[in-house]
Structure formats: C-alpha cells, structure tokens
C-alpha cells in the first residue's frame, strides 16, 4: 500500500509538475501570439497606412491633374471667347473709321496728320503713303509740305490716314488709322477688364 501510495503522490506530482508545466506553455504560447497579433497589427496598419498615403497622394495626383488640365481648356476657352470679343469690337471700330473716311471731316483730319508729318521732316523730301482711295487728295496733302514729295498708295494702310518715311533721316512717321487702332488692342484688353488670369 505504501507503495501505491508513493506511486500515488509520485503520479500526482508528475501530473501537477505536468499541469504547470502546460499552463506555463500555454501562458507562453498565449503571450507569443498576443505579441505576434499586435506585431502583425501593427505591421497590418503600417502597411495600411502606407498603402492609403501611397494611394491617397496617387489620387490626389491625378486630381490635380485633371483640375490642371481642366483649367487650362478652361482659360483657353476665356482666352478665344476674349479674342473673339475684342475681334467683333475692333471689326466694328474698324468699320466706322472707314464710314469716317468717307465723310468731309476725314480730309481735313488726313491734311492735320500730314502737316505734323511735314514739322517732323521739315525741309527733308520724304515719301507719303496713303490708302489707294486717298490719292485723290494728293496735291493737298503735297501743299503742306515745305520739301518735294512723293504721295504713293499702300495696301497696308487698309483704314486711312498716311505714312511717310524719309530716308535721309532713315525715320517713319506713322499716322495711320490702322496702326491708332491697333495700338488701342493693348490699352483696351487691360481698361475693360479682359485680363484672363
């Protein structure tokens, strides 16, 4: 009996020793896997995260670049609705100049120009261009002059008004109506507030 009961103590103590032994095991295990879960979170989110931005900052990419291109057909849009705008203004102005060139005030506005050409050039001789409708008034326009000229017609002078250039004082004065209206593109674009931006 006393050996049974040895045998006894001696089993209960490997089962106790062997309990113990499994609770330190699954207390180990336990701990492993909970440090492996919160590893594998962590990592989970850093991935997560890294993923989100690299996606995010992608999205983010391709939405500024399709704002940046919309933007862009959108000011080209602006742009050409401008031209088209100030085209139609010029296209008119243009046209009422040529309504004014055929009014008696034009001649005498054509005779102004050429007498602060001829101040210019004083006793040089120069060549005046006009307009092909305007060599009607060449001997007026020769009156004013102090020098001998020349009154010849130029198809770029499509308006009215006159041009001259001396050549020995390699210098032309441009009174043309085409190139006053012209030069009022600029100051009319920034005046009327057309400035696209």
């Known amino acids: 009996m006393k050996n049974d009961s040895k045998a006894d103590n001696f089993l209960s103590a490997v089962k106790k ?9 699954i207390s180990e295990i336990e701990s492993k896997k909970s440090e ?44 050409k609705k401008r031209d088209d705008m100030v085209k139609e203004i010029f296209k ?58 020349k009154v010849e017609s130029d198809i770029e002078i499509r308006i009215g008004g006159l041009r001259a250039y001396c050549e020995k004082l390699q210098l032309v004065c441009d009174n043309t109506l085409d190139s006053k209206l012209e030069n009022q593109k600029n100051w009319f674009v920034e005046n009327a507030d057309l400035k696209i931006s």
């Open 17 to 25: 020793y062997n309990e113990e032994e499994r609770a330190k095991i």
């Open 36 to 79: 492996a879960v919160k590893s594998a979170q962590a990592k989970g989110k850093a991935d997560a995260d890294r993923f989100v931005k690299k996606n995010l900052s992608a999205k983010k990419s391709e939405i500024t670049g399709e704002f940046a291109v919309k933007n862009l057909e959108a000011q080209g849009k602006l742009f």
């Open 92 to 149: 008119r102005a243009s046209n009422k100049l040529e309504d004014y060139t055929n009014s008696p005030q034009y001649k005498d506005k054509l005779i102004s120009y050429a007498k602060e050409i001829s101040e210019t050039f004083k006793e040089n001789s120069c060549t005046v261009y006009v307009k092909k409708d305007d060599l009607k008034y060449e001997n007026e326009i020769k009156a004013v002059f102090t020098s001998d000229i």
